[in-house]
């Protein structure tokens, strides 16, 4: 019995084994097929696909009422794609003119030949509209009818010239608040960047994120292309139609009085928003690349936040405020100006050489007598207190708005090298101390608000995922008290009425001060060029703006009361239209019923 078993079990021993050698070598050959296939999958991810940085759409700027002021439009890149070309010529003839494009250029980049290592694709331009492209399409299509897949060599064939839509920023109200807005630079669209203003300041915002993505190389075998959260929209504290007017009106006072440039800043002093921000030069954002020519002898881009200037008897609105609040002057306190005031080794004068008697502190605001606010300061003050005053309004320091380019110039105080006991004086009516014109009108802005300095900003609200989120107001100090503040307002309110300036708005009380500051030509201050300014601030009793002017060098009068003081007036009589304020007389209250 066990011989007769024997045979079959060989057998069945023997079929087992091949079986499993079978399955072995199934198992190898399928290991090696998946291994292969890897190989390939890998190969053709490394030489069929690349990553691919894909930009998000920058995100819009809005003035506070929703106008557009910064976007992006659909433009194209035109290239070639060498593999498919098959008549250089007609390409070079249909594009010869095209965004500069020449013949020449063209056909040598269409007839360099196809090369898998080297020469696959050809960018020829970039930035090209919409409108081109749709002709182009046309030319391409009708060429297609005569000759299809380009099979003709001796016939018209546009065979592997392809577009690419892309986004590129605009500006539609072209110079509009350029100063404000800045502008993007498009000639890289892979590393675009903001430049100056708010595309410089919230660059990052603006910008999104990048996705970087595996895309084939062969671009017909494209789908579709990813999407990309686009970046966060800005709704700025700017009007459209107060910036429009102001830019208009200082463009003209700059004409008339045959002055060299100027600035305008209109803020709201309980909140720091700005409501409009002109300078000059201005340039249209959607040519950003002529800001080589208006812009040449390092011109700052916005004067109103890089440009220091010794601002003159603005600044004495800031020394008499001090004083007040430090309690060693009050409004009645008297003082015999005798037209010069001899100290550290040098002597003062005031601005028409004369000396005027016995005057109130409120009488040396309203004749802006230098020698008066130097005793004020070296006197009353002196030193420590007055130093400490200018450091509280942020003289020589950044307010940190949030526009990109703000510049500053250090204060000298006492212990500094290049200070000198005579700047205790001359700083006291705004000489030897520079100060750009947002710095100064964020400072006196403490004293229209009660004494709180809020931070100024053009931001209003960030919009991204479709929600709004509005920015809150920020207190960078509080310089001064309230009954201080209210006490210079209505000091200042009296000097434009007495002196019947020509800053006064009909049905309106209006705070402010002149301010004409000499400019030094050779290290000596002469009457030839000056700087004429002027700052102030309404209705008196419950102030909703804030305007501050400077004029660069008129030719016209030297003075500010003539110069910027009547700017001041012209720009207010429509701000108050604008900003819905009613006159004086319907208002329910106001500055002299004030406690």
Request: proline share 6%; hydrophobic share 35%; with cysteine.
């Amino acid at each position: 019995m066990d011989k007769t078993r024997s045979p079959r079990l060989l057998l069945i021993g023997a079929l087992l084994s091949a079986a499993s050698f079978l399955i072995i070598l199934q198992m190898l050959r399928i290991q090696n097929s998946l291994k292969h296939q890897e190989l390939s999958r890998w190969a053709d991810e490394q030489y069929s696909y690349a990553i691919e940085n894909y930009y998000p759409e920058r995100g819009n700027i809005y003035d506070r009422w929703g106008r557009l002021l910064a976007g992006n439009e659909d433009v194209y890149e035109v290239g070639l794609l060498l593999q498919y070309v098959v008549n250089p010529d007609s390409i070079a003839r249909t594009l010869d003119g095209v965004n500069d494009l020449t013949y020449q250029t063209v056909f040598e980049s269409a007839a360099q030949g196809y090369d898998p290592q080297k020469a696959i694709y050809s960018v020829l331009t970039d930035f090209l509209p919409s409108g081109v492209v749709d002709v182009l399409s046309e030319v391409k299509q009708t060429f297609e009818i005569e000759n299809p897949l380009g099979r003709d060599e001796d016939k018209p064939s546009l065979r592997g010239l392809v577009w690419y839509p892309h986004l590129k920023r605009s500006y539609p109200e072209n110079n509009l608040a350029s100063n404000v807005i800045g502008f993007y630079s498009f000639r890289d669209r892979q590393n675009g960047i903001g430049y100056y203003g708010v595309e410089e300041y919230y660059d990052d915002l603006l910008a999104g994120q990048p996705l970087d993505t595996f895309m084939p190389r062969n671009p017909y075998m494209l789908e579709s292309l990813p999407k990309v959260p686009a970046g966060a929209s800005l709704v700025l504290t700017i009007d459209r139609e107060i910036q429009a007017m102001v830019e208009k009106k200082l463009d003209d006072a700059i004409k008339e009085n045959e002055a060299e440039y100027g600035v305008v800043i209109i803020m709201d002093p309980r909140n720091g928003e700005i409501l409009a921000m002109a300078s000059q030069p201005r340039i249209n954002l959607n040519q950003y690349w002529e800001t080589e020519k208006e812009f040449k002898d390092k011109t700052p881009f916005n004067r109103a936040i890089s440009e220091t200037y010794e601002p003159g008897s603005v600044f004495k609105v800031l020394t008499m405020a001090a004083a007040f609040d430090a309690g060693v002057v009050d409004e009645e306190t008297t003082y015999n100006d005798p037209g010069r005031f001899e100290y550290g080794g040098s002597v003062i004068l005031n601005w028409d050489r004369r000396g005027h008697g016995k005057q109130t502190m409120q009488e040396c605001m309203q004749r802006s007598l230098n020698v008066c606010l130097a005793w004020v300061a070296v006197e009353k003050l002196e030193t420590e207190k007055f130093y400490d005053y200018m450091q509280a309004f942020g003289v020589g320091r950044m307010t940190n708005v949030d526009l990109g380019g703000e510049e500053i110039w250090p204060l000298s105080t006492p212990g500094d090298s290049d200070w000198y006991p005579i700047q205790l004086a001359t700083n006291s009516f705004g000489q030897g101390v520079a100060l750009t014109p947002i710095q100064m009108a964020t400072a006196i802005s403490s004293v229209a608000n009660e004494g709180k300095m809020m931070k100024p900003h053009v931001l209003k609200a960030i919009i991204q995922d479709g929600q709004q989120y509005n920015t809150s107001p920020q207190v960078l100090g509080v310089p001064i008290q309230p009954e201080t503040a209210r006490t210079m307002t209505e000091v200042l309110v009296k000097s434009l009425k007495n002196e019947s300036s020509l800053a006064l708005v009909p049905g309106y009380e209006i705070a402010g001060k002149t301010g004409t500051a000499e400019i030094p030509v050779d290290g000596v201050y002469g009457t030839e060029q000056t700087h004429a300014s002027f700052v102030g601030w309404g209705p008196a009793g419950d102030p909703q703006f804030l305007v501050y002017v400077w004029i660069a060098k008129p030719e016209k009068s030297p003075w500010g009361s003539v110069v910027a003081a009547p700017l001041f007036s012209d720009i207010v009589k429509e701000l108050v239209i604008y900003l819905d304020i009613p006159p004086q007389a319907e208002q329910p209250e106001t500055l002299a019923r004030e406690g």
